[in-house]
Protein backbone atom coordinates (compact mmCIF):
# COMPACT_ATOMS: atom_id res chain seq x y z
CA UNK A 1 0.00 0.00 0.00
CA UNK A 2 1.43 3.67 -0.77
CA UNK A 3 2.62 5.07 2.37
CA UNK A 4 0.93 8.34 2.31
CA UNK A 5 -2.46 6.34 1.93
CA UNK A 6 -1.53 4.28 4.97
CA UNK A 7 -0.75 7.21 7.11
CA UNK A 8 -3.64 8.79 6.12
CA UNK A 9 -5.51 6.07 6.94
CA UNK A 10 -4.20 5.52 10.10
CA UNK A 11 -4.72 9.59 10.91
CA UNK A 12 -8.02 8.80 10.21
CA UNK A 13 -8.46 5.43 12.34
CA UNK A 14 -6.89 6.84 15.70
CA UNK A 15 -9.29 10.29 15.34
CA UNK A 16 -12.17 7.39 14.73
CA UNK A 17 -10.96 5.85 17.99
CA UNK A 18 -11.34 9.10 19.68
CA UNK A 19 -14.49 10.73 18.26
CA UNK A 20 -16.57 9.34 20.89
CA UNK A 21 -14.43 9.84 24.05
CA UNK A 22 -11.20 10.76 25.35
CA UNK A 23 -9.03 8.18 25.55
CA UNK A 24 -5.42 7.30 26.39
CA UNK A 25 -2.63 5.39 24.17
CA UNK A 26 -3.49 1.62 25.59
CA UNK A 27 -6.96 1.82 25.17
CA UNK A 28 -6.73 3.32 21.87
CA UNK A 29 -4.58 0.11 20.32
CA UNK A 30 -7.44 -1.99 22.33
CA UNK A 31 -10.00 -0.62 20.49
CA UNK A 32 -8.68 -0.84 17.63
CA UNK A 33 -7.53 -3.90 18.06
CA UNK A 34 -10.65 -5.61 16.08
CA UNK A 35 -9.73 -4.14 13.28
CA UNK A 36 -6.13 -3.21 12.66
CA UNK A 37 -3.03 -3.81 14.35
CA UNK A 38 -0.69 -0.96 15.85
CA UNK A 39 2.33 -1.05 17.22
CA UNK A 40 2.71 1.57 20.46
CA UNK A 41 5.57 3.25 18.82
CA UNK A 42 3.40 4.00 15.86
CA UNK A 43 0.21 5.24 17.55
CA UNK A 44 2.64 7.87 19.76
CA UNK A 45 4.10 8.86 16.04
CA UNK A 46 0.44 9.49 14.39
CA UNK A 47 -1.05 11.23 17.90
CA UNK A 48 1.83 13.41 17.96
CA UNK A 49 1.29 14.55 14.15
CA UNK A 50 -2.41 14.97 15.20
CA UNK A 51 -1.40 16.88 17.99
CA UNK A 52 0.92 19.33 16.05
CA UNK A 53 -1.53 19.31 13.52
CA UNK A 54 -4.59 20.90 16.16
CA UNK A 55 -6.53 17.76 15.37
CA UNK A 56 -6.03 16.55 18.78
CA UNK A 57 -5.41 18.08 22.39
CA UNK A 58 -4.00 16.02 25.08
CA UNK A 59 -4.04 16.13 28.60
CA UNK A 60 -2.23 14.89 31.63
CA UNK A 61 -3.57 13.01 33.96
CA UNK A 62 -2.91 11.37 37.47
CA UNK A 63 -4.60 7.65 37.53
CA UNK A 64 -3.41 5.08 39.85
CA UNK A 65 -0.36 7.05 41.06
CA UNK A 66 0.84 7.24 37.52
CA UNK A 67 0.56 10.71 34.95
CA UNK A 68 -1.48 9.08 31.80
CA UNK A 69 -2.21 11.51 29.16
CA UNK A 70 -5.50 11.49 27.47
CA UNK A 71 -6.50 12.69 24.38
CA UNK A 72 -9.23 14.23 23.16
CA UNK A 73 -10.08 15.27 19.84
CA UNK A 74 -11.25 19.18 18.04
CA UNK A 75 -12.87 20.54 15.83
CA UNK A 76 -10.32 20.15 12.94
CA UNK A 77 -10.15 16.18 14.02
CA UNK A 78 -13.69 16.08 13.39
CA UNK A 79 -13.44 17.26 10.06
CA UNK A 80 -10.66 15.61 9.49
CA UNK A 81 -13.15 12.06 9.74
CA UNK A 82 -15.93 14.32 8.00
CA UNK A 83 -13.75 14.73 5.43
CA UNK A 84 -12.38 10.98 4.78
CA UNK A 85 -15.86 10.12 4.34
CA UNK A 86 -16.64 12.22 1.51
CA UNK A 87 -13.09 11.37 0.30
CA UNK A 88 -13.56 7.56 0.34
CA UNK A 89 -16.81 7.77 -1.88
CA UNK A 90 -14.73 8.66 -4.52
CA UNK A 91 -11.99 6.25 -4.05
CA UNK A 92 -15.30 3.70 -3.92
CA UNK A 93 -16.00 4.91 -7.17
CA UNK A 94 -12.48 4.37 -8.65
CA UNK A 95 -12.10 1.26 -7.05
CA UNK A 96 -15.85 -0.17 -8.48
CA UNK A 97 -14.07 1.04 -11.67
CA UNK A 98 -11.18 -0.45 -11.59
CA UNK A 99 -12.34 -4.20 -10.49
CA UNK A 100 -14.72 -3.82 -13.48
CA UNK A 101 -12.31 -3.26 -15.89
CA UNK A 102 -10.13 -6.23 -14.63
CA UNK A 103 -13.53 -8.27 -14.76
CA UNK A 104 -14.52 -7.41 -18.26
CA UNK A 105 -10.38 -8.54 -19.01
CA UNK A 106 -10.65 -12.10 -17.92
Known amino acids: M ?23 GYKIIKDMAPYITLSESTLYTILKRLENGGMLTVQTVEHGGR ?15 DDFKEDWKEIMTIYRFVTKEELSHE
Open 67 to 81: LRKYYRITQDGRKRI
Open 2 to 24: DLQLKRGLLDVCVLAAIQDEDSY
